[in-house]
């Protein structure tokens, strides 16, 4: 494994994910030929993609090879957590006119040894309340009562199962995408051999 700290293997383009509290660099080496560092500044652009004032600019450092960009871990640990949109400029340095080369998105996470919160998707949160649910069903078979002149409906133990299957099915699904980004085959893959 490569030396992560150092700039000669620092990865080719923009990182799908930053952990949070992590150091975090990345090169553009195709932007050189088309935009001489001498002559150009590239700066990286990032805001949440629900919306908000967190806003994460980088300008990189030029070399005769390569733009590299780097962020240090007192910066990304005050990364607020979410997907984030992202636009890479390049500004000509002799009259600051900038145009925007590349945009994408990028995930910030938190560090899971550095993190008390829940790490559950919403969709398992959902399967796991529903189980419960269904456990203490048994127990509260009442589906709906009235007191005061204020009613409650509780949802029927088949509303309950349709509910806990569908959620399950979205766990499947986040879990498919997870293995396939990680290069192994997702749950819906079926291997034949002849």
Same mark, same amino acid.
């Given at each position: 494994?490569?030396?992560? /700290?150092?700039?000669?293997?620092?990865?080719?383009? $923009?990182?799908?994910?930053?952990?949070?509290?992590?150091? #975090?660099?990345?090169?553009? +080496?195709?932007?050189?030929?088309?935009?001489?560092? *001498?002559?150009?500044?590239?700066?990286?652009?990032?805001?949440?993609?629900?919306?908000?004032?967190?806003?994460? +600019?980088?300008?990189?450092?030029? %070399?005769?090879?390569?733009?590299? /960009? %780097?962020?240090? !871990?007192?910066?990304?640990?005050?990364?607020?957590?979410?997907?984030?949109?992202?636009? =890479?400029?390049?500004?000509?340095?002799? &009259?600051?006119?900038?145009?925007?080369?590349?945009?994408?998105?990028?995930? #910030? !996470? @938190? &560090?899971?040894?550095? %993190? @008390?919160?829940?790490?559950?998707?919403?969709?398992?949160?959902?399967?796991?309340?529903?189980?419960?649910?269904?456990?203490?069903?048994? &127990?509260? *078979? $009442?589906?709906?009562?009235?007191?005061?002149?204020? +009613?409650?409906?509780?949802?029927?133990?088949?509303?309950?199962?349709?509910?806990?299957? /569908?959620?399950?099915?979205?766990?499947?699904?986040?879990?498919? @995408? =997870? *293995?396939?980004?990680?290069?192994?085959?997702?749950? +819906? @893959?079926?291997?034949?051999? /002849?």
């Amino acid at each position: 494994m490569a030396n992560a /700290f150092d700039a000669a293997n620092a990865p080719e383009g $923009v990182p799908s994910e930053i952990i949070k509290g992590d150091f #975090v660099q990345w090169k553009e +080496s195709d932007l050189v030929t088309d935009y001489p560092s *001498d002559s150009y500044t590239s700066t990286f652009i990032a805001r949440p993609t629900a919306g908000g004032a967190n806003e994460i +600019s980088v300008t990189a450092t030029g %070399s005769s090879s390569y733009y590299l /960009f %780097s962020i240090t !871990s007192t910066a990304s640990a005050a990364f607020k957590k979410g997907d984030y949109s992202w636009q =890479l400029k390049i500004k000509r340095n002799s &009259d600051n006119a900038q145009v925007v080369i590349r945009q994408g998105s990028v995930k #910030v !996470s @938190t &560090d899971v040894a550095a %993190s @008390t919160s829940d790490s559950r998707s919403h969709a398992q949160i959902m399967v796991d309340k529903i189980e419960s649910l269904l456990a203490g069903k048994a &127990d509260s *078979d $009442v589906s709906s009562y009235s007191i005061a002149g204020r +009613s409650l409906t509780k949802m029927t133990f088949a509303e309950l199962q349709d509910a806990r299957n /569908f959620y399950r099915g979205e766990v499947i699904r986040e879990q498919n @995408t =997870l *293995d396939l980004k990680n290069g192994r085959k997702g749950a +819906s @893959t079926i291997q034949v051999k /002849f």
